[in-house]
Structures are given as structure tokens and as C-alpha cells.
């Protein structure tokens, strides 16, 4: 399903092999970094996680300003970082600026340490 | 099985729901966003994926050395700070040290992210 004003992404769950079963790249290693870094400051993990929990993975930036202890610009700078790191896209309806996730980004992370976990369950051999 | 020399940790992956379930806590985000940050830079998440990749999840830091193309002391530095995240554990062998991954840290962060993506590949309500 394709959506207007989703931003243009590379990214792919198929990518890369999972990280226990072959080193990383060092191109995989940066693509995937820069995401992981997007989501390591505690307040965007939470405007993150606040998106890809509300209503259809969406949210107006007037639902999310007042669960938070910080400014607005300081709410609106997350925000964009999330944004240029594929992870959120965003829209403009009327009045409001509308976020939601970008699922292949959230996949191609997923599968990258989930499948190492799953690996390493259920004990398979490095 | 306990090992040790293994950190203690109290990571667990039940610890949390996953982040497009509910918003996740500040307590949460802080934990999570903290192991993420450890894995955000490109050459850690290369030593981490090296070391989850080896034989039995464990590397002799004389296996690390050759694969990187910055100095022994910065590997060593960055091996460091996967280890106080609670990513990496040690034990010094006679003239080596090696490090292993701590299974439980990549479970927590994986359950997190990883439910996250079958949902949003089920379209499971938010």
C-alpha cells in the first residue's frame, strides 16, 4: 500500500543477515547504527513507541506534546531526527503535522537482532 | 547455566510490553534506549555482531584485532562500553581476554522491537 508523503527508503528486512550468524558490513554496520542511534535518546524511543502505539501507528503532534516534560521545539527536533533516520514519516493535514511509523525500518532492525535472539534460543551453532 | 564472570544484569525480555503495544515508560526507555546507544555506533555493532557471530557467541580479543581498521585501544575501549551496557561479558584467560554476548540484554531489546514488527506485519490494532 503505497502513501503520500511517505519518505523514499532503501530499506529492506531481506537486507542483511542476521548479526550472529555473519559479521556485519561495514556498510550494514552503518545504515543500521545510524537507526539504532535515532532511537538510543530515551525521549525519542518514547515518541517513538507513543506513534507506533497509537491508533493505525499515527499521531498528530497535538497528541503527543503533552505526555512529555520537555518543550515543544525540543518535542518537534526528536521528531525530525526520527524522521531523517527513515523511522517515522510525516504528513501535513490542515492545521496539524501527523507522524507514523515506517514499518520496513522498523523490520530491517527487528530482523537483524530479533532473529540473533531466536538463534540463540534455541542454541544454534555460530 | 551460570558462567562466571558473567555481569550481573536485571534484564529481562518480559521486563517490558512492546513498545507498539502501550507507550513505553521513562524508566523503560531509559534502560532500552542506553543498550541501544552502546550498539548505535558502526565499529560496536560490528565487535558486537563479530563476537555474536564466532563459535559458542564468545571471541578471543586476539580474533577481534585484524577485522578493524582502527587501533587495539579503541577496539578495546568500545568492547568496553557493550560490557557496561550489559551486551558483553568477560573473563580473562591466562594471557587473553574474551567476551561473550549476554543473551539476555539482546532478548530485551529484541522482544521490544521485534514484536513491534509482527504486529505491524499481522496489522494488529494499536
Redesign the interface.
Given at each position: 500500500m503505497s502513501k503520500p508523503g511517505l519518505p523514499l527508503t532503501d530499506v529492506s528486512?531481506c537486507a542483511y543477515a542476521p548479526?550472529?550468524?555473519?559479521?556485519?558490513s561495514?556498510a550494514a554496520?552503518?545504515d543500521?547504527?545510524?537507526k539504532?542511534?535515532a532511537?538510543?535518546?530515551?525521549?525519542?524511543?518514547?515518541l517513538?513507541?507513543?506513534v507506533?502505539?497509537?491508533?493505525?501507528?499515527e499521531a498528530c503532534v497535538c497528541d503527543i506534546s503533552g505526555?512529555f516534560d520537555v518543550s515543544q521545539p525540543t518535542i518537534s527536533h526528536h521528531l525530525r531526527v526520527l524522521k531523517e533516520a527513515g523511522l517515522l514519516a510525516s504528513e501535513r493535514r490542515a492545521s496539524w503535522v501527523y507522524y507514523s511509523?515506517v514499518?520496513e525500518a522498523?523490520?530491517l532492525?527487528?530482523?537483524v537482532?530479533?532473529t540473533?535472539?531466536d538463534d540463540?534460543?534455541l542454541g544454534a551453532?555460530?
Open positions: 528486512a548479526l550472529v550468524r555473519e559479521p556485519l561495514s554496520a552503518a543500521i547504527a545510524a539504532l542511534k532511537l538510543s535518546d530515551p525521549v525519542r524511543l518514547r517513538f513507541s507513543l507506533a502505539s497509537h491508533a493505525n501507528r505526555d511509523v514499518p522498523l523490520n532492525i527487528s530482523s537482532l530479533s540473533a535472539a540463540m534460543a551453532p555460530a
